[in-house]
Nanobody
Framework: QVQLVESGGGLVQPGGSLRLSCAASGIIFNVYAMAWYRQAPGRERELVATITTSGSTNYANSVKGRFTISRDNAKNTVFLQMNSLKPEDTAVYYC????????????WGQGTQVTVSS
């Protein structure tokens, strides 16, 4: 059974930091590209950051320079370090695992709430 379990969300003041974690089980973690998405109330889910199997990263323009995605293949975990948080970063953050081999296989976590407010 595949599971992606996010943790690390919470309430933080503007300008603060949070570190999200996503622990994967039931998959061969190092062959999956990993990503973080987020969804704010009333808005569509949007891509925040991606990291390939070789460690290449990409970010949404709205978070460049503030967020950092990383992965620890030994621990089957992907991280999202979020600094200089803004109220507009408030959303449910989802972990995603994706592999494209003879078709696409995708898994999602259940999400973790991040609220940026004073």
């Amino acid at each position: 059974q595949v599971q992606l379990v996010e943790s690390g969300g919470g309430l933080v003041q503007p300008g603060g930091s949070l570190r999200l974690s996503c622990a994967a089980s039931g998959i061969i973690f190092n062959v999956y590209a990993m990503a973080w998405y987020r969804q704010a109330p009333g808005r569509e889910r949007e891509l925040v950051a991606t990291i390939t199997t070789s460690g290449s990263t990409n970010y949404a323009n709205s978070v460049k320079g503030r967020f950092t995605i990383s992965r620890d293949n030994a621990k089957n975990t992907v991280f999202l370090q979020m600094n200089s948080l803004k109220p507009e970063d408030t959303a449910v953050y989802y972990c995603n695992a994706k592999r494209v081999v003879l078709g696409t296989t995708t898994y999602w976590g259940q999400g973790t709430q991040v609220t940026v407010s004073s």
